[in-house]
Each structure stands twice: as structure tokens, then as C-alpha cells.
């Protein structure tokens, strides 16, 4: 299918991680989409694949904390978008709607973000925790709320 599953990805960044040390890493695990478009969203089987890649982001975090970089770092899990059925893109709830979750230094623990957020927010937050100005014709806004 063209895809690597998610423990491979995982597996691969970690040891990037703690060789590198990034200030900025993007790492995209596929699993839960790929899984979503072939047995739908909310089946069992992309039910099994976010499980695979919770256990994928354990990796991730391990090689962080292994890196000595923890106390500095910020993870955001998203999507790029939500899905009905098979597929996704019409203008609904279930396709619009997307997890935000942030974790570490900053983070404020246990907090929802009640604003909508939208997928572009992510790399303005980025931006935004790596002091670097999002550009004037920018969409996105930082999800400054989530942090303290």
C-alpha cells in the first residue's frame, strides 16, 4: 500500500532523536488514516491502528526523555483532518473536527482549548514556541491558550 506502519516510523525517529537532538521534528504517522480510508472511520481496524500508534508515540516519547531533551520539548499530535464512512472532505463535523493535543514544557496540564482549531494553527504554534513571528499573510494563529 505504499505505507509505513507506524512502529517503523517510530523506530526510525526515536534513533533520530536521540542522535540529533532536533529543535524541530515533524513525524507523521499514517496508520489511522490509511486504516480509516480502507475500513472506515470508527471501525475496529482503525481502532487497532490508533492503538498502534499511541504505543508508536511511547517510542517517540522514550527518545525523547533518552535525548535529555524532555524538559524542552513540546509534542502536538494532530490531524489533517476527521472523516465519515471512507473518506472525508465535505464541510460536516465529522470531517472538519480534528484532535489538538499538546504535551510538555509549558503545557498547561489538564486544560481543554475551548477555541476551534484548525489545522493550520499547528504550524503557527511552531512558530510561535520557536520565537520565531508567523508571516503577515499567515492563516494560522498559535494555540497560545494551551500553554502557560
Known sequence: EGTVLAKFVAQDAGRY??????????????????FGHKYGWGSKEQMKAFANV??????????????GIADDSVVIITADHGGHAKTH?????????????????HVKQGFEIRAPVVTYDTA???LWL???????????????SAFQ
Open 17 to 34: 532523536i536521540v542522535e540529533h537532538k532536533p529543535d524541530l521534528c515533524f513525524i507523521h504517522l499514517t496508520d489511522g488514516d490509511d
Open 54 to 67: 499511541d504505543a508508536a508515540l511511547g517510542v517517540i516519547l522514550g527518545a525523547i526523555r533518552q535525548a
Open 89 to 105: 472532505g465535505l464541510n460536516t463535523h465529522d470531517d472538519m473536527t480534528i484532535p489538538w493535543i499538546a504535551w510538555g514544557a
Open 124 to 126: 503557527a504554534t511552531a
Open 130 to 144: 520557536l520565537g520565531i513571528p508567523c508571516p503577515k499573510h499567515f492563516n494560522g494563529f498559535p494555540v497560545a
